[in-house]
């Protein structure tokens, strides 16, 4: 069955806020665009990541990691 728009990932992105530098390289990574920057720094939006982990790896300083999201 393919995925639709209300498709739950069961894994998403999570920023380490203490770790990332706010450099943005994984942004532009992120298809559904879950990921934005906030006066706060990065934020990724659970509901629209589909947990496809292309910003996980080219992240400089390792700030983002996957979780079991929660359902």
């Not at 998403?12 to 806020?17: K, L």
């Not at 006066?39 to 509901?47: E, P, Y």
């Amino acid at each position: 069955m393919p995925p639709t728009s209300r498709h739950r990932a069961t894994r998403i992105a999570v920023v380490d806020g203490e770790l990332c530098d706010a450099c943005g390289l994984c942004m532009p990574l992120c298809p559904p665009a879950a990921i934005a920057m906030t006066r706060r720094g990065l934020v990724v939006d659970g509901a629209t990541c589909t947990g496809c982990e292309k910003c996980i790896a080219p992240c400089p300083v390792g700030a983002l990691a996957m979780v079991n999201a929660r359902g």
